[in-house]
């Protein structure tokens, strides 16, 4: 059965460095998602992608962040300049053409 | 804004018990409703779904049934096992299909199942 695979598993930067989050969806998936959870709360939207572009972001998805879908198949979240509140779990989700969401194992990225 | 609210945990319960997660939620219009589950170390995975009033989703013994006049998707089983032991998340997805399928997110509810 096929799957979203995430890598790295985890990931510990310095603060103010440039990280990139890398999701392969399920390869016939439309619509792309990023989602983060920090430690003990709830899980929140990012980012949606839709068409080779971003379709809606959240507030929490300021400049910092950026999508892409460079080839076709891998679909990254960059945060440029981490800060320690960037700490979290960050979840990738894809779906078809209908509401249902299939998600990775996420990628901890722990900035210190 | 869409948002749901979720039974508090943890919930620590015997095997063979019987489970109620309690779920409610604010949304215009028809949202789908679903039951997300996430196992230690793992990723969240679709547990169960109901698209419109009076759909029953059902899974693995679990079941929830979408209840527009309560604004309501209680999640149930008849009798847990040490292995249902996770988090449980309600969220829903915006009605207009397109980009808005995004997900919203209940807190969690931590069910502890033992022996």
């Known amino acids: 059965e096929p799957e979203v695979t995430q890598t790295p598993s985890h990931q510990v930067t310095q603060m103010g460095q440039e990280v990139i989050l890398r999701c392969v969806p399920i390869?016939?998936?439309?619509?792309f998602y990023w989602y983060r959870q920090i430690l003990g709360q709830k899980v929140e939207f990012l980012v949606s992608?839709?068409?080779?572009?971003?379709?809606?972001k959240s507030e929490i998805f300021d400049d910092q962040f950026s999508v892409e879908r460079p080839d076709g198949s891998n679909f990254t979240l960059k945060i440029r300049s981490t800060k320690l509140e960037d700490s979290a779990m960050y979840f990738c989700?894809?779906?078809?053409?209908?509401?249902?969401?299939?998600f990775g194992p996420g990628t901890r990225l722990t900035v210190t | 804004g869409n948002s749901v609210t979720q039974m508090e945990g943890p919930v620590t319960l015997s095997e063979e018990a019987f489970l109620t997660i309690n779920c409610t939620y604010t949304?215009?219009?028809?949202?789908?409703l679903f039951w997300y589950v996430q196992y230690p170390g793992e990723g969240l995975q679709l547990l169960l779904k109901?698209?419109?009033?009076?759909d029953k989703g059902s899974n693995k013994g679990f079941e929830a049934t979408y209840r527009k006049e309560t604004t309501s998707f209680h999640l149930e089983k008849g009798s847990v096992q040490v292995s249902d032991s996770a988090v449980y998340f309600c969220?829903?997805?915006?009605?207009?299909?397109?980009?808005?399928?995004?997900?919203?997110f209940g807190k969690g509810t931590l069910l502890t199942v033992n022996p």
């Open positions: 989700a894809g779906g078809g053409d209908s509401y249902e969401q299939y």
């Open positions: 390869s016939n998936h439309l619509y």
């Open positions: 992608f839709y068409n080779n572009e971003i379709s809606e």
């Open positions: 949304a215009t219009g028809y949202p789908s």
């Open positions: 109901a698209t419109k009033a009076d």
């Open positions: 969220a829903l997805s915006g009605d207009s299909g397109g980009s808005n399928y995004k997900l919203t």
